[in-house]
């Protein structure tokens, strides 16, 4: 039943011996396989509505899943211990699928694979050219994962070159008085509040994560951040104290990188052993952004669309560049109706998508060219 029978928006009840009910929520994803929870790996997602503890005036059935069909006494019942509506969140603090694929131009498939690949992995890197939503992507997916909006377990930092183990983990820093004094960094301070709350997960996002100095950044954590090396039962001493340290099994890192950045080096070896890559394409053929352009109606829109897709057949083709330059939807995306005018047109095709392409092709002047007057030629 818990494999076959749940759906997402079933309402769940968790009972305690005959006369106790824990908690109501909300189903909000399909059956999960997680292996990694040896004592557990049968998973759903909850979105929970209220986790306090009601009694009934009836005895509650002995068998451990029982399913009441909505409309029924019994349900009906259920739903009255729970008729407080202080107890409910508002509807729109609930993320569901559907919510997910309404925002996001990725096919259902995908994302249940990314689910289940985050669910598994703990830690993933979404890649991909640059427009195809990966920052955008991020925060939804956590949103998603967790089955309801709540930023207070999702943290969001930036790597670059500057950034160091002391601002990620723990160091000294100066004072006002002149001396030194040990803080604690962004990631620090985020594993300690999910250990204070093991029941949630909690979701840390690191945007451009291969523009830092990963080595230097992460430090001990190489080993504490993998899958099987979570919890208290792995802990390792921190550089700059004595204190024990470990990454709880309730946090999740989602990374971000850009693949047409030929700037940065490749991944460290060692970090990218602990990491699952999830590809990004654009997603010009996918079911939501084809109703987001019909949905604006505009014929130079549609032919500037169709001329991206072609120009981006042309770089999957070249051997210089290949799928991780292609040109995402992002550029495309956030208009109305009313804002789908020849300069917005104009605008993108000069500023944005001309100035890549001299980039991609610098030593091939000509094919910029090409390009260039057919994106131009497209919205004439």
Sequence with gaps: QFVHEFKPEDVLYVKGGRNLVYGRGIVTSDFIYSPENAEMPNLRRVSWTSVQERKTDWNLPVKTLTVYEAGSDKAASLEGLFENEDDFPE???????????????????RVDRLLSLLE????????????????FLARRLAKLAMGEHDDSRIEFVQFHQSYAYEDFVMGLRPTAEGGFELRTGAFYDFCKKAA?????????????????????????????????????????????????????????????????????????????????????????????????????????????????????????????????????????????????????????????????????????????????????KSIK
């Design 91 to 109: 509807e729109t603090a609930r993320y569901a699928k559907e919510d997910f694929l309404n925002e996001v131009f990725m096919d259902e498939e």
């Design 120 to 135: 598994y992995k703990r830690n993933v890197i979404l890649q991909g050219p640059p427009g195809v939503g990966k920052t």
């Design 196 to 376: 204070d709350d093991p029941d949630r997960t909690y979701y840390f996002i690191i945007d451009e994560i291969n523009r830092g100095n990963l080595s230097k950044i992460f430090g001990e954590l190489f080993m504490l951040i993998e899958n099987d090396k979570r919890g208290p039962n792995n802990k390792l001493q921190l550089l700059y104290s004595r204190e024990r340290f470990y990454v709880p099994s309730n946090v999740y890192l989602i990374g971000m990188m850009n693949t047409a950045d030929r700037s940065l080096a490749m991944l460290d070896y060692a970090l990218r052993r602990r990491f699952a890559f999830f590809d990004l394409r654009p997603g010009f053929d996918s079911k939501g952004f084809i109703a987001y352009r019909d949905s604006l109606g505009n014929p130079k829109l549609n032919n500037l669309l169709a001329c991206t897709v072609k120009l981006n057949a042309a770089i999957s083709d070249d051997d210089t560049l290949g799928d991780g330059f292609c040109i995402g939807h992002s550029y495309f995306c956030g208009m109305k109706a009313a804002d789908v005018t020849d300069a917005k047109l104009s605008a993108i095709v000069e500023y944005e998508l001309a100035p890549m392409l001299r980039e991609y092709w610098f030593d091939e002047p000509s094919k910029v060219r090409e390009w260039t007057d057919a994106l131009r």
